[in-house]
């Protein structure tokens, strides 16, 4: 995972309606039967996608106006269920590289910002506004500016909302913590001692 | 100053402050099993890096065991290269990992506080979201990602948002046939499947306190279905007996130490929180799913909701909630048919589970109509569930035993639901698509429950089917 400074993503968006969209239905248990996660983008979603026979159900995802989409926009409680890292990495792998929601499940929200994948907050209203203009006009650009907490789409701009340190995170450029986190080998292994651990 | 659990947990554990404004926690029990870790080895081997701490990592595999011949090579060879992933990965980094066979293997959440692992005031984390329910020890006890899993494989630390902590209360006393699994079910109905979303829930109350061990697992277990980052309850008496004599429990002088060391982690009696919510146990009754959320609930004598009496975004939910399991608004769900009956999981899958329907179900038969499992949590739930016959009892009312494992909790072994088969399950997930069949319907439930429903061949209500006052 390469650390750089994101701070603005921009592309078109697809909108993915419902609220208390659980990680079983982004991706199905059975495609967890892997060691790596390089084959999950296919999958994402494969239920509401696909028939059981492998036909397509022609969900929005598989529109051909839609295909190339970079923003997902969902509702509320998006990511909710199983941890499994397998959601995000699905979503990133199909192409996606922002998430607009209602709100987010916390282990979502974590392991989507571990992977760069910045997830910003919205109003319902304004996500119906959204959600129109990518129906109108599915090449409509949209601009998620996590500096300023704004989304820009059709000539509006919305506030948005995003966890402060996820934020920071991307503005810094440290959301992968993992070479932060080993720095401290002194104050961890004096930690482990002192509880007895070591 | 007055500190609850939650509070004094994570300032034992703090390593610091992290320039983002997170705090570096430092992980005292790590559990993993081999659908999320498998990657996490390979993101090590990727930057050339070990781990850390070795010994305070436990490996076990549950998720893709078959239950019914677990013999290797694995008949799925997807299944049999997960196995022999984890097998080979923890050998290479001195990780000891709860075979199969070896007597300890089982699901991850039953096998931590079986082999004493999980033990109060600590951090544990595992990559599952059910990890809360090793909060029942008084923990916290955290699911993470892939990534994170790699994080604490490498250092024994997370990166840390704090969370708000909110007391959540359970008064009084429960009926007489309504169980640990009724109250948590009604909980997160009352406080919805996004209701926990930056807390921390902290179960109190007499009804809790007069819980066993198991029962507090099954109600910390679902803390996740209800959005919280985490639950736990106060360690007590009945703690401290359930842990003594466990194989990695400490003894003698080190058990004395050990037992003031947890004690002084309760939360005092005047710590404050940032909220809280009182229940009252009369008013439970036994609790059923009717749609594809854990939320989506009702006691077993109401009906099925009406989307017309709902308002805004939440009506499309009950639409499709309603489409989905093909039920009718306004009906009853008492009486509704199902084809498979299942008990099991790390919610309801201990042998306190299994000796409560034992009781229930001698000499009844479950219906013809009926495909029945009973899946036990562990290999050490199994043994002790065959010392005691309760196997012989299950099977001779219809039930199939099977081995142990997560089976048709998430179907991602050989054990699934066929086209849209209605279950009556003791797990935790009603979502679609769960048990392994794109259209199969699930209906949550506590074992009991799930029993009657399988002697009636539709939902029913234990008490009647039992004649339980
Ligand atoms: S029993 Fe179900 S919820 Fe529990 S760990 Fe296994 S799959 Fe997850």
Redesign the pocket.
């Known amino acids: 995972m390469s650390q750089y400074s994101i701070y603005k993503i921009s592309g078109s968006g697809v909108y993915i309606e419902g609220n208390d969209i659980d990680t079983d239905r982004i991706i199905p ?1 059975r495609f967890l039967k892997c060691v790596t996660f390089d084959e999950l983008g296919d999958s994402l979603f494969y239920d509401v996608r696909f028939n059981e026979d492998g036909s397509s159900k022609h969900h929005v995802l598989d529109k051909p106006e839609y295909q190339g989409a970079e923003i997902l926009i969902s509702d509320a409680n998006f990511g909710c269920g ?1 941890s499994r890292e397998h959601a995000p990495q699905a979503i990133q792998k199909f192409g996606f590289r922002a998430i607009i929601a209602g709100s987010f499940a916390e282990i979502f929200h974590g392991n989507c910002t571990t992977l760069g994948i910045p997830c910003v907050s919205m109003p319902a209203e304004d996500r119906q506004k959204m959600a129109a203009a990518v129906a109108d006009d599915p090449d409509t650009s949209i601009i998620v500016d996590l500096e300023n907490l704004q989304v820009i789409c059709a000539n509006e701009v919305f506030n948005v909302t995003m966890k402060a340190s996820a934020r920071e995170a991307f503005l810094a450029g440290t959301t992968d913590p993992l070479d932060t986190l080993l720095a401290q080998r002194d104050s961890i292994d004096a930690v482990a001692k002192k509880l007895g651990y070591a | 100053m007055a500190r609850n659990l939650f509070q004094k947990v994570w300032d034992a554990h703090l390593v610091g402050p992290l320039a983002s404004g997170q705090s570096q926690i430092f992980i005292a029990l790590h559990l993993i ?1 081999e659908v999320t870790s498998p990657q996490a080895f390979g993101m090590l081997q990727d930057k050339g890096l070990k781990v850390a701490y070795p010994s305070r990592t436990f490996a076990t595999v ?2 893709i065991i078959p239950t019914d011949d677990a013999s290797r090579p694995l008949q799925d060879a997807m299944a049999e290269k997960m196995l022999q992933v984890l097998t080979d990965s923890t050998a290479a980094h001195g990780i000891e990992f709860f075979k199969p066979g070896s007597g300890t293997q089982g ?4 096998v931590g506080p079986e082999q004493g692992l999980t033990q109060p005031g600590m951090t544990i984390c595992c990559g ?3 990890t809360a ?1 090793h909060g029942a020890f008084g923990c916290i006890a955290l699911g993470i990602g892939t990534s994170q899993v790699r994080d604490v494989l490498a250092s024994q630390t997370l990166a840390m948002d704090p969370v708000q902590v909110r007391k959540i209360s359970v008064e009084g006393q429960l009926q007489a046939g309504v169980t640990a699994k009724d109250v948590i079910l009604h909980i997160i109905r009352t406080l919805g499947v996004d209701g926990g979303v930056g807390f921390a829930y902290e179960y109190a109350g007499s009804v809790i306190e007069n819980m066993s061990m198991e029962e507090r697992m099954t109600i910390c ?1 679902m803390s996740i279905e209800g959005g919280a980052r985490c639950g736990y309850i106060n360690p007590d008496q009945t703690t401290f007996d359930y842990l003594s004599g466990r194989p990695r429990v400490p003894t003698g002088d080190a058990w004395d130490a050990a037992l003031e060391q947890w004690q002084s982690f309760a939360s005092d009696a005047d710590a404050a929180y940032d909220d809280e919510v009182v229940f009252h146990g009369e008013d439970i009754r036994p609790t059923v799913t009717w749609g594809v959320t854990p939320a989506q609930a009702l006691f077993i004598d109401e009906n099925i909701p009406n989307p017309e009496e709902v308002e805004g975004l939440d009506r499309a939910l009950v639409t499709d909630a309603l489409d989905y399991m093909q039920l009718e608004a306004n009906a009853p769900i008492k009486g509704t048919p199902i084809d498979v009956a299942f008990i ?4 309801n ?1 201990r042998l306190s589970d299994f000796q409560q329907v034992a009781e229930l179900i001698e000499g009844k038969k479950v219906a013809a109509s009926v495909r029945a499992i009973a899946v036990p ?1 562990s290999e050490q739930v199994d043994k002790a569930a065959r010392e005691l016959g309760i196997n012989l009892i299950f099977e001779a009312a219809g039930f199939e035993w099977r081995l142990p ?3 048709m ?2 179907a ?1 072994n050989p054990d699934k639901l066929n086209g849209d088969e209605v279950c009556a399950s003791s ?3 009603n979502f679609i698509g769960r048990q392994g069949s794109p259209t199969g319907r699930t209906i949550l439930m506590s074992p009991v429950m799930v029993a009657a429903a399988a002697v009636s061949g539709s939902v029913a209500d234990a008490r009647e089917v039992f004649d339980i006052s």
């Open positions: 248990a199983s | 099993h549950d998720h699901i991850v959440h039953v599952d979201s059910h329910t277990n099991g999981s790390c919610t899958g949590g494992g997560c089976s909790c998430l991602m797990s935790n997930r």
